[in-house]
């Protein structure tokens, strides 16, 4: 498996089970530094280490809707999304875990609705079967 190519281009077709396995890796690491940034530093901290795994997690996310032969506005929306409500952390606009202020909640429920969506859509729902206008079926043989 080439990481770099997985977790820094946005060209080309990957399959399902590459998607599992790049996004877990990500998200494993996503989890466990920002677990760590938020016993270090608190929310400010951790909204910065998850912008950081941003990038990754989009390119892994574009790959797989090039296979879908989806466009690229619903992935692009939801990582919007998920910096917008970033920032705000970072920014201290997101209240606290007992009131959290109407904006970030207003954001967060119907991006979590997308989020979910776009799960199926990318990690359950075969990919286009044979070529399409972005590369070959990453399950056709040689």
């Not at 399902?16 to 494993?28: I, K, S």
């Not at 950081?52 to 990582?79: H, Q």
């Not at 609705?113 to 056709?140: C, Q």
Request: charged residues 15%.
């Amino acid at each position: 498996m080439d990481w770099r190519y997985l977790l820094d281009a946005f060209h080309g077709r990957i399959g399902r089970q590459t998607f599992w396995l790049a996004l877990g890796a990500v998200l494993a690491a996503n989890i466990a530094a920002c677990y760590a940034a938020q016993q270090l530093g608190g929310d400010k901290l951790n909204a910065v280490v998850d912008l950081v795994f941003t990038y990754p997690e989009f390119a892994i996310a574009v790959k797989r809707g090039n296979d879908r032969a989806m466009p690229l506005w619903p992935v692009a929306i939801f990582f919007a999304g998920s910096v917008l409500l970033d920032f705000l952390a970072v920014l201290d606009l997101t209240g606290t875990d007992e009131e959290p202020s109407t904006l970030s909640f207003a954001i967060a429920v119907p991006f979590t609705i997308l989020g979910l969506v776009l799960l199926v859509e990318l990690g359950f729902r075969k990919g286009t079967s044979g070529p399409n206008r972005h590369g070959p079926d990453p399950l056709a043989t040689s």
